[in-house]
């Protein structure tokens, strides 16, 4: 059974950084290419960030420069590393392995 479990979000101002964690268990994790998304209450989930298996990394053209995906195959875990943030950048951020599963989120607030 594939699990997913996201933490790390949280309240930050403008600016500010975040770290999100992403534990996997129940698939061959050191073969998937993971993915973070995002999502904001009636808008469509987006993808923010994959790595591949290989390490190659792909950007939305919004978090570009900014945020930075990897991964710890030892430890089945993800992170995003998230600076120089926005308030745009608000919304409830989600694992996704290949299947597709998807973890339960984390919510990030960027606000003063």
């Known amino acids: 059974q594939v699990r997913l479990v996201e933490s790390g979000g949280g309240l930050v101002q403008p600016g500010g950084s975040l770290r999100l964690v992403c534990v996997a268990s129940?698939?061959?994790?050191?073969?998937?290419?993971m993915s973070w998304y995002r999502q904001v209450p009636d808008k469509d989930r987006e993808l923010v960030a994959t790595?591949?298996?290989?390490?190659?990394?792909y950007y939305a053209d919004s978090v570009k420069g900014r945020f930075t995906i990897s991964r710890l195959n030892s430890k089945r875990t993800i992170y995003l590393q998230m600076n120089a943030l926005k308030p745009d950048d608000t919304a409830t951020y989600y694992c996704?392995?290949?299947?597709?599963?998807w973890g339960q989120g984390t919510q990030v607030t960027v606000s003063s």
């Open positions: 996704k392995s290949p299947d597709p599963s």
């Open positions: 129940g698939f061959s994790f050191d073969s998937a290419t």
């Open positions: 790595i591949t298996n290989q390490g190659s990394t």
